[in-house]
């Protein structure tokens, strides 16, 4: 019986995903490869990281990337924590990214104590 489960996220784009992985200094192999779960299970990704001494993988299903791991034997890795610390660097980059395509350029960044980003941005007319 496989431990392998898959969680959707909100992540489309492969090239944001990376960029979120190294913010996390998380190192990344892309192309298709194997995860490894319990008992020497495996499973065929696009993306591959090790967290906390497991593997996760990437898939991409319909536009979708899922995050694929075998979370019930995955001590020491909170897969909640995990995925909202990817989803927040993930959404930085998307909004950095849409907002310097519409002409802004970044004057600065602070966290907050809460963990959010803010964000100071500026366009010239």
Do not use: C, P
């Not at 992985?21 to 299970?41: H, S």
């Not at 990281?49 to 991409?60: K, W």
Request: net charge positive; no cysteine; charged share 30%.
């Amino acid at each position: 019986m496989s431990h392998f489960t898959r969680l959707q996220t909100r992540i489309t784009d492969k090239d944001l995903l990376k960029k979120a992985l190294q913010d996390m200094k998380l190192k990344y192999i892309e192309g298709d490869v194997e995860i490894k779960g319990y008992g020497g299970q495996k499973a065929r990704v696009e993306l591959k990281v090790r967290v906390a001494g497991h593997d996760v993988g990437f898939i991409n299903t319909g536009g979708v990337y899922e995050a694929v791991a075998d979370w019930m034997t995955a001590t020491g890795l909170n897969r909640d924590e995990f995925l909202r610390n990817l989803h927040q660097r993930y959404a930085y980059h998307a909004a950095k990214n849409r907002l310097e395509e519409q002409g802004f350029s970044l004057v600065s960044e602070d966290i907050q104590e809460d963990g959010g980003i803010r964000l100071v941005l500026r366009r010239m007319a």
